[in-house]
Nanobody
Framework: QVQLLESGGGLVQAGGSLRLSCAAS????????MGWFRQAPGKEREFVAA????????YYADSVKGRFTISRDNAKNAVYLQMNSLKPEDTAVYYC????????????????WGQGTQVTVSS
């Protein structure tokens, strides 16, 4: 049974930091690219960051570039999102996702999704 379980969300003041984690099970984690997406109330789910299965490639949305860092530990079947200099507009439910092939920004290129973790940034 495939499972992606996000954790690490919470309430933080603007300028603060959070580290999200996503624990994977039920599939060959090291063979999948991993991505983080987010969805704010009333908005579409949008791409945040992605990392290749080999850790060699990463890609970020322009809105988070230079503030967020995606990483993974294939030995632990986990992917992380370090979020620094948080802004109120970063408030959303954050989802991790797994997909085969390269790293993509499109939601439909990902096969498995977690349930999400809420991140709220106060001004």
């Amino acid at each position: 049974q495939v499972q992606l379980l996000e954790s690490g969300g919470g309430l933080v003041q603007a300028g603060g930091s959070l580290r999200l984690s996503c624990a994977a099970s039920g599939f060959t984690f090291s063979s999948y690219a991993m991505g983080w997406f987010r969805q704010a109330p009333g908005k579409e789910r949008e791409f945040v960051a992605a990392i290749s299965w080999s850790v060699e490639k990463t890609y970020y949305a322009d809105s988070v570039k230079g503030r967020f860092t995606i990483s993974r530990d294939n030995a632990k079947n986990a992917v992380y999102l370090q979020m620094n200099s948080l802004k109120p507009e970063d408030t959303a439910v954050y989802y991790c996702a797994a997909g085969t092939g390269g790293i993509y920004t499109e939601k439909d290129r990902y096969d498995y999704w977690g349930q999400g973790t809420q991140v709220t940034v106060s001004s």
